[in-house]
């Protein structure tokens, strides 16, 4: 089993920035693919970014491409997304996801999902 606990999201003006942190734990975590999804009200939850338990790929949605970055601690057991040039259209719930798959993108691919933590981009 693997819990995720996600922190940072909060109300933020348009073009600022917000990271987002998971803290991670269970049996070997480390070895886990992380990622971010989100959801928007009305809308279906979508990818935002993912990246490999060895730090050596990572991939983003092309509306974050360029604005998003994620990164993990494997020491800590922790993952972040950084988000700059914060748009309102990334208001969402933010999930924490982890999987035993590679490359993966899809939602169902993802066996185990954080609570979430809502961001709010005002314009």
């Known amino acids: 089993q693997v819990q995720l606990v996600e922190s940072g999201g909060r109300l933020v003006q348009a073009g600022g920035s917000l990271r987002l942190s998971c803290a991670a734990s269970g049996r070997t975590v480390r070895s886990y693919g992380m990622g971010w999804f989100r959801q928007a009200p009305g809308k279906e939850r979508e990818f935002v970014a993912r990246i490999t338990w060895t730090v050596d790929s990572t991939s983003y949605a092309e509306s974050v491409k360029g604005r998003f970055t994620i990164s993990r601690d494997n020491a800590k057991n922790m993952v972040y997304l950084q988000m700059n040039s914060l748009k309102p259209e990334d208001t969402a719930v933010y999930y924490c996801?982890?999987?035993?798959?590679?490359?993966?993108?899809?939602?169902?691919?993802?066996?185990?999902w954080g609570q979430g933590t809502q961001v709010t981009v005002s314009s």
């Open positions: 996801v982890a999987t035993i798959r590679t490359m993966a993108r899809h939602s169902y691919e993802y066996a185990y």
